[in-house]
């Protein structure tokens, strides 16, 4: 059994396969609530992380030594050319969605849209070509700095019910700007790559997914496990790589 785990901002995401099959997910915010998960199941022998930020401490010992881990790096084989000028920076779940979208969709263009604690926007043509995208603030985000950033507005949930176009309270103002200002974003990104890109496949993930996918137009592919589905697939590329570097100083 492989074991996939995405350390993102806010929360930590793990799956469990057997071969390409999920078993089992979960998404925790504790290593002790990771853990409980792992034990579940004792024929894990491979593990893929990313993360967008430091390793919690402690993360590593986690898994001892029955368990294989491997960390996703920019040195890791990819099923795709990756053309990306900065692979150092370029965020290890975004290029894990990508595979998980190629896998999917292959020979596609691909617009990946991860709407968790920040959107990232990531392209990849039918040709196997990742040429990069854009990152700008998640939901979260931006109720936040409405709120930090002045001196009366209060600081709101996300209430993905309220579908009003005229805010008629502060609070609605808020709701409508944040909410629905983000799906135009969205909305604008995809028409913009539609125009560029003839038969553009979208796929959207990430925490904020749901709701998103009500509030856009067009055939969308909502995917709630795709960077784990990409780490499960970039697995044997890795292998293979470790393989290669083993004979290569055989």
């Known amino acids: ?8 901002n806010t929360r930590i995401k793990a799956a469990v396969f057997n071969g390409s099959r999920l078993i089992s997910s979960c998404a925790v915010t504790t290593l002790k609530q990771l853990s409980g998960f792992i034990k579940k199941y004792p024929a894990i022998n491979t593990a893929i992380v ?3 930020t430091n390793y919690p401490a402690g993360f590593k010992a986690l898994f001892g030594k029955k ?3 491997i960390e996703l790096s920019e040195k890791t084989p990819l099923p795709f050319s990756n053309e990306y000028k900065t692979p150092k920076t370029l965020g290890k779940d975004r290029i894990a969605a990508v595979t998980g979208a190629w896998h999917i969709c292959p020979n596609n263009n691909i617009i990946v849209v991860n709407a968790g604690t920040c959107i990232t926007y990531d392209f990849i043509d ?27 507005l209060p600081l709101i949930k996300r209430n993905t019910t309220f579908a009003q ?3 008629k309270t502060t609070e609605e ?18 028409q913009a790559y539609s125009k560029k890109y003839s038969g553009l ?15 856009l137009s067009g055939k ?7 960077t784990l589905k990409g780490l499960n697939v970039l697995l044997p590329f890795h292998l293979k790589g470790e393989k290669q570097k083993h004979n290569k100083k055989a």
């Open 1 to 8: 059994m492989n074991l996939t785990i995405d350390i993102g």
């Open 50 to 52: 990313s993360s967008t």
């Open 67 to 69: 368990i294989k881990l």
């Open 126 to 152: 039918k040709k196997g070509v990742y040429h990069g995208g854009a990152i700008s603030p998640g939901l979260a985000m931006r109720f936040k700095a409405l709120h930090t950033f002045t001196g009366r």
């Open 165 to 167: 176009l005229t805010g």
């Open 173 to 190: 103002s808020i709701l409508t700007g944040v909410q629905q200002g983000m799906a135009e974003e969205i909305q604008g990104f995809i």
């Open 201 to 215: 496949q979208v796929i959207i993930t990430g925490g904020s997914h749901q709701w998103l996918v009500t509030r």
């Open 220 to 226: 969308i592919i909502s995917e709630p496990f795709l």
